[in-house]
């Protein structure tokens, strides 16, 4: 069996110069224990492999990794509610299903790299300083459960691959400068959408009025009627009585008493037998995927 990486290895593979001696904050230890034991406040390995990086609320700053594309087994990358700056890196591990970036000081833009990982179901960049288009195709995002960018400063229309969602159930876009209208929303499974306090224009489609937590206040929405849906629109879908129900049916309406329905069984030959049933500066540089070799890399 091969010998665990020690802590400095660890060290050497995200690269920390500045990161000499562990800050209060990790309690990483400084040498002498496995990288994969529990003293890795916030790592989680399985086997050799990084599965969790989870180092929020702890004060940190400095900037955001980079070079982790190559930790093919991340799923989950959560760094929010600390003080870090600069962009967000291009090369973000291509197997997440979860990352959240939420309250720090980020700034630029979002990476097109997003529209790659393809298994994300939860994006969190909400409270930062993100600004220009929101540039990214979703048409390979449709696991895409939740996205939350409210309170930055993102701008330009909703770009039209939006509409591919199909799995997206929680959209807050709330508090930036987005443009345009949010029609390509209308056919979305939302359950909640929030949209306050940008420069929307246009009408709320019927459909999107039918969102059960609907919040658009604080846009330049347009008055009077709307226009007539394009040629080719579904219409909206409408629920369909009970054929059974004596309220709707008027076969029932002659009967004085409840109608007793008696299940119907087969002939006793032809039953079947039933069954039961910090404060710190730092900066990432991933060298290699395995902590062992250059060699080892999937």
């Given amino acids: 069996m091969t010998k665990p990486p020690s802590p400095n290895h660890l060290r050497q593979f995200l ?8 800050p209060p904050q990790l309690g990483w230890p400084a040498n002498g224990v496995d990288p994969y034991g529990q003293s890795w406040k916030g790592i989680t390995c399985s086997d050799t492999r990084v599965t969790q990086i989870n180092l929020s609320n702890l004060a940190l700053t400095g900037t955001l990794p980079y070079g982790l594309d190559r930790l093919t087994s991340l799923t989950n990358l959560d760094m929010s509610n600390n003080n870090l700056v600069g962009t967000i890196p291009y090369q973000l591990p291509p197997n997440l299903q979860r990352l959240n970036f939420a309250h720090n000081n980020l700034t630029g833009t979002l990476p ?22 929101l540039n990214l195709n979703f048409l390979n995002l449709s696991t895409l459960s939740k996205l939350d960018l409210s309170f930055n400063s993102l ?11 199909s799995g997206i159930t929680t959209m807050y876009l709330q508090n930036n400068q987005f443009t345009g209208t949010i029609d390509i929303l209308a056919n979305l ?18 459909r999107l009025k039918n969102i059960d937590d609907l919040q658009t206040g604080g ?45 119907c069984e087969p002939p006793s030959h032809h039953r079947q037998p039933t069954t039961s049933s910090s404060l710190f500066s730092f900066t990432f540089s991933v060298q290699q995927q395995h902590f062992l070799s250059p060699t ?3």
Avoid: C
């Avoid at 849906?229 to 409408?238: L, R």
């Fill in 15 to 22: 690269h920390l110069p500045t990161f000499i001696n562990s």
């Fill in 112 to 133: 097109y790299s997003i529209s790659n990982l393809t298994s994300l179901t939860h994006l969190n960049l909400n409270h930062n300083q993100l600004q220009q288009p």
């Fill in 155 to 165: 701008t330009g229309d909703l770009p039209p691959t939006m509409s591919s969602l």
């Fill in 189 to 206: 499974t939302l359950n909640s959408l929030n949209v306050e306090n940008n420069n929307f224009t246009g009408w709320i489609l019927e």
């Fill in 219 to 263: 846009n330049a929405w347009s008055s009077g009627p709307a226009p007539p849906p394009p040629p080719g629109t579904p219409p909206i879908p409408k629920s369909k009585p009970n054929p059974l129900s004596t309220h709707s049916n008027p076969l029932f309406n002659n009967f004085r008493s409840p109608l007793h329905l008696q299940p």
């Fill in 296 to 298: 080892s890399l999937p």
